[in-house]
């Protein structure tokens, strides 16, 4: 089974037709330790199926250290130590918004010209996209702690404009020299917003602190001529709707067991791509083959339009519990039903 084009997948998202089949994208997840931690035996077997959409990531800060050359190039701003044996959301990087900390912290803000933000690559004729996670809320709370956030937009909000605007005058540049240094079709961030009932904060919430910035660089990747693709787990049907009146382009992954994905199919189906995740915590670790199967025409017949707006993928990353039986079952009920509800030739 042949790779889909550039052009292919770009008609997809941009609701221009379907193609052959849905485009696929399950290799993105799917990583060493679902082969009992062998790289070459998962490289091998994934080159046994297609992948339509290739991806890099681009070299962000890291929280703690920072490349020889460039110091500044991290979140910290000074000297800190990880605490390895707590969660990331409960360490806290900035304890006072009003100490000194806080001010290290802006005056040393990384550049979004470092030399190595950008990797160099070979061309490719598949669709590409440019990743890098943790965009506005899960930067905030990786700075802060996930308490201190939570009253941030409610104790420091002139802070958190702050903080949220210099993060898009960063992502802003970033994403002009992406397409400046290599080939770029779309950008995918994560920013994890949702419980597994409901979103983290409100929608007024939403639309004072993040939607004007969302919103930014999603003009930016339109000008830019490329796509905006945003991972964000949990229940966030409340935020759909200010989303794709802003431009996103694909959502990932409409989780399974925190929306109806019949409700959200039929109010947005036709709005935008849907790169729907296939259950991760469930299904392919202690279904069986045929229940594989079962959800795969679940989801193509809960999300087929003959307009496109439908990727596969899975919900999120690879544990050592799956099967590969239902990995290769996965792989061929996407592409025998996929071929059947296209009608299509190849």
Not at 143 to 159: C, I, S, V, W
Not at 175 to 188: I, L, N, S
Request: some cysteine; proline content about 5%; hydrophobic content about 35%.
């Amino acid at each position: 089974m042949r790779c889909l084009t550039r052009d292919e997948v770009k008609q997809v998202i941009e609701g221009r037709g379907c193609a052959v089949r849905p485009p696929i994208a399950f290799d993105h997840w799917i990583h060493s330790n679902a082969f009992q931690g062998k790289e070459e035996q998962k490289k091998k077997w994934l080159a046994g199926y297609p992948s339509d959409i290739e991806y890099f990531e681009l070299n962000m800060p890291n929280l703690f250290t920072a490349p020889e050359e460039e110091p500044n190039y991290r979140w910290t701003g000074v000297d800190m130590e990880e605490n390895t044996s707590a969660g990331l959301d409960s360490q806290v990087l900035i304890d006072d918004w009003e100490g000194e900390a806080a001010e290290i912290f802006f005056e040393t803000f990384p550049s979004p010209e470092y030399p190595g933000l950008v990797p160099q690559r070979e061309s490719t004729d598949k669709y590409v996209l440019a990743r890098f996670w943790f965009c506005y809320f899960e930067r905030l709370w990786m700075l802060r702690g996930m308490e201190n956030a939570l009253t941030d937009f409610y104790l420091y909000p002139e802070k958190v404009h702050r903080l949220f605007q210099r993060l898009t005058d960063f992502y802003l540049r970033m994403m002009e020299r992406a397409c400046e240094e290599t080939h770029v079709d779309g950008f995918f961030v994560s920013d994890d917003l949702g419980t597994q009932k409901s979103t983290f904060f409100s929608p007024e919430i939403f639309r004072e602190f993040f939607k004007p910035y969302y919103k930014k660089l999603f003009d930016k990747a339109h000008e830019l001529g490329t796509h905006f693709w945003l991972h964000t787990c949990g229940n966030i049907q409340s935020f759909l709707p200010d989303f794709i009146e802003i431009g996103l382009d694909v959502i990932h992954p409409i989780q399974k067991y925190t929306m109806d994905e019949r409700e959200i199919a039929q109010k947005y189906g036709n709005q935008i791509c849907i790169f729907a995740g296939f259950d991760v915590q469930n299904t392919l670790p202690f279904g069986t083959e045929e229940e594989v199967r079962a959800e795969v025409r679940f989801m193509l017949d809960t999300y087929w339009r003959d307009s496109g707006r439908l990727i596969m993928t899975m919900g999120n990353n690879s544990t050592p519990d799956w099967k590969l039986e239902n990995l290769e079952a996965l792989y061929d009920e996407t592409i025998r039903y996929g071929l059947a509800k296209s009608g299509k030739e190849d």
